[in-house]
Nanobody
Framework: QVQLVESGGGLVQAGGSLRLNCAPS????????MGWFRQAPGKERDFVAA????????YYADSVKGRFTISRDNAENTVYLQMNSLKAEDTAVYYC????????????????WGQGTQVTVAS
């Protein structure tokens, strides 16, 4: 099974920026969407953003719209999450995953989860 590897997390001050990266452990066909989720301690894993590999169309959670941008590099087989104007409430472990149904925000419609990368926003 292909595993996704996230990187780019860290500690940042409120108002700052980070860029997360997500790449598969090996190359595979890319007929799926890719999504980012996040999970804060004691909370459920929540949808953040997703992108279609083929069309590049995107959709976002309302809480991050206008601040976060998801993009993909087909040549590098990598998906990015640019996070700007970070807030303390963005603190969480961020995960990427393959999406089986474009347009879904349901965690059950995503799979091959990575290990996650910690994002901490200091207020």
């Amino acid at each position: 099974q292909v595993q996704l590897v996230e990187s780019g997390g860290g500690l940042v001050q409120a108002g700052g920026s980070l860029r997360l990266n997500c790449a598969p452990s090996r190359r595979t066909y890319r007929d799926y969407a890719m999504g980012w989720f996040r999970q804060a301690p004691g909370k459920e894993r929540d949808f953040v953003a997703a992108i279609s590999w083929s069309s590049g169309s995107t959709y976002y959670a309302d809480s991050v719209k206008g601040r976060f941008t998801i993009s993909r590099d087909n040549a590098e087989n990598t998906v990015y999450l640019q996070m700007n104007s970070l807030k303390a409430e963005d603190t969480a472990v961020y995960y990427c995953a393959y999406g089986f149904r474009y347009g879904s925000r349901d965690v059950d419609d995503f799979g091959s989860w990575g290990q996650g990368t910690q994002v901490t926003v200091a207020s």
